[in-house]
Nanobody, 124 residues
Framework: QAQLVESGGGSVQAGGSLRLSCAAS????????MAWFRQAPGKEREGVAT????????SYADSVKGRFTISQDNAKYTLYLQMNSLKPEDTATYYC?????????????????WGQGTQVTVSS
């Protein structure tokens, strides 16, 4: 069964850093397009960053440019999100997601497989 499992969330003070990981298994390992999303309570799910598995093309939401870095270890089928200079407004549940075809999109509807999420809390 296709599966994505996030880890690495936690609580951090503003200005701190966290590194999230997302391990893929099942047919998800064949998916070409990966992304990170986040969702705060009562808010819409927001695209954070995308990456193409083979060529490494990357895109970011404007809100995280210069602070977050998406990367992947293709041999381990693992996706990462390095988050630096965290702000309280970054507080959310973070999800990784995979699409079999569509790449570089920050729209949740384009993604077929989702992890359960990992909580990130940034205190001021």
């Amino acid at each position: 069964q296709a599966q994505l499992v996030e880890s690495g969330g936690g609580s951090v003070q503003a200005g701190g850093s966290l590194r999230l990981s997302c391990a893929a298994s099942g047919y998800t390992v064949r998916y070409y397009c990966m992304a990170w999303f986040r969702q705060a309570p009562g808010k819409e799910r927001e695209g954070v960053a995308t990456i193409v598995r083979d060529d490494g093309r990357i895109s970011y939401a404007d809100s995280v440019k210069g602070r977050f870095t998406i990367s992947q270890d293709n041999a381990k089928y693992t996706l990462y999100l390095q988050m630096n200079s965290l702000k309280p407004e970054d507080t959310a549940t973070y999800y990784c997601a995979a699409s079999p075809v569509v790449c570089g999109t920050l729209y949740p509807s384009n993604y077929d497989v989702w992890g359960q999420g990992t909580q990130v809390t940034v205190s001021s």
